[in-house]
């Protein structure tokens, strides 16, 4: 393990929001696999599963820029803490509903927006604290890494959801959510955070924004970064969306073998994120952002083709290997290239860019329900492969 990483290991603080980013991101995807498989058996509709995907999306693109500007004025650490506290009351108010036998969709309607609303705290609060924990001689180790664990959620929540899914029901998953984000209080509150480099500031919210807008538009590494979110975010992610419909529909697998589809993504990306955490240097962050971000896109590709189960995972799985270098290189490129007084507001903008994704998982909603998923995805992941191409070519230095 190289020195850099080893030494962010034996750091606590780095250790306890990286804790809370592994327990939180966990609980995330454990619950879009386990209400993705209630609501499409109890619906049939690949539309509605995507509109709970995009209902948990959309406060990144109505709050990403608030919470920005937010964590730059307040405590960070109580920042998490709240927004854990919240998940956790919502948790706890599905898994009874749940229980009871009581629950209907809008219920998972209301979950799934306060939930994507709590997350908007990632960016501007966790994972810019995670970079000042770093510091700037371990920040691509210490990202990386993170990016790595957060990619390994998405091989354990799946796969814990749909195991739990199948044990104990939806109540089972969402009592388990309702533990870990209560843990996620506990290591919130115990963080020591330095005072936001803006926490004596004021001034115009709308000005603020147009700075940091200005920032983005005045750079051409940083507005490849921006544009490549929106990009992966409309025409790639949202295929996770679609994964309980392929897995029942077309390939008709029980929920654990659906989650297994799901994870295997995540698998390739954990594994290429842990080999980038332990040898990258800063001169390869751009092109392992660009070329990782190509490579997904052409594995999303391939799965719209792909006719049998086992087939669809060995693609899953080399779309993760693609995926671990946009994953990593995404939050590292804007904290190293963003002003120290602006990352939080930076990466704020970040999270409003990934908002953009309810406009992805809408179309491809729409268009599973009249072409079927795999005509969808070739459409949806055909288009994003173009404009990569292009964005690259226009940005280039």
């Not at 920040?139 to 890494?145: I, R």
């Amino acid at each position: 393990m190289s020195g850099p990483l080893l030494s962010l290991l034996r750091d606590g603080a780095y250790a306890r929001i990286w804790l809370i980013g592994l327990l939180g991101n966990t609980m995330r995807w454990l619950e879009v696999l386990a209400v993705g498989i209630f609501v499409f058996e109890t619906t049939g509709s690949a539309l509605q599963v995507a509109v709970i995907t995009v209902v948990r999306q959309v406060p990144l693109a109505l709050f990403g820029s608030v919470t920005g500007q937010l964590a730059e004025r307040v405590n960070r650490g109580r920042l998490l803490a709240t927004a854990f506290a919240v998940t956790t009351l919502s948790s706890s108010t599905m898994c009874a509903l749940a229980w009871t036998g009581s629950i209907e969709l809008w219920h998972m309607v209301a979950c799934a927006f306060v939930s994507g609303t709590c997350w908007t705290m990632d960016f501007p609060a966790r994972r810019t604290l995670l970079g000042e924990f770093c510091g700037p001689e371990r920040l691509g180790a210490g990202v990386s890494f993170d990016s790595a664990t957060n990619n390994a959620t998405r091989m354990a929540g799946p796969l814990s959801g749909g195991i739990l899914y199948g044990l104990l029901g939806l109540e089972g998953a969402f009592l388990f959510s309702l533990a870990a984000h209560a843990a996620c209080v506990v290591v919130a509150l115990s963080l020591t955070v330095g005072p936001t480099p803006m926490a004596a500031a004021s001034g115009s919210f709308l000005r603020d924004l147009r700075r940091t807008v200005d920032v983005v538009m005045g750079s051409r590494d940083l507005l490849r970064i921006y544009l490549f979110t929106i990009v992966l975010n409309v025409f790639g992610f949202p295929y996770a969306a679609m994964i309980p419909v392929l897995g029942r529909a077309r390939y008709q697998v029980e929920p654990a073998l659906i989650g297994l589809l799901l994870a295997v993504e995540g698998a390739g990306a954990f594994i290429g994120a842990l080999a980038i955490s332990l040898v990258v240097r800063p001169r390869w962050y751009a092109p392992l952002f660009v070329g990782g971000s190509i490579v997904f896109m052409t594995g999303v590709i391939c799965l719209s083709l792909a006719p049998f189960y086992w087939l669809a995972v060995a693609l899953l799985f080399g779309a993760g290997l693609g995926m671990a270098g946009f994953g990593s290189m995404q939050s590292t490129l804007v904290l190293s290239l963003a002003p120290q007084e602006l990352r939080g507001r930076l990466m704020g903008l970040l999270s409003v860019c990934i908002g953009c994704s309810p406009v992805g998982l809408l179309t491809l909603g729409l268009l599973s329900d009249w072409l079927g998923p795999p005509t969808a995805l070739l459409l949806m992941s055909a288009t994003g492969l173009a404009l990569l191409l292009a964005i690259a070519i226009r940005t280039r230095n």
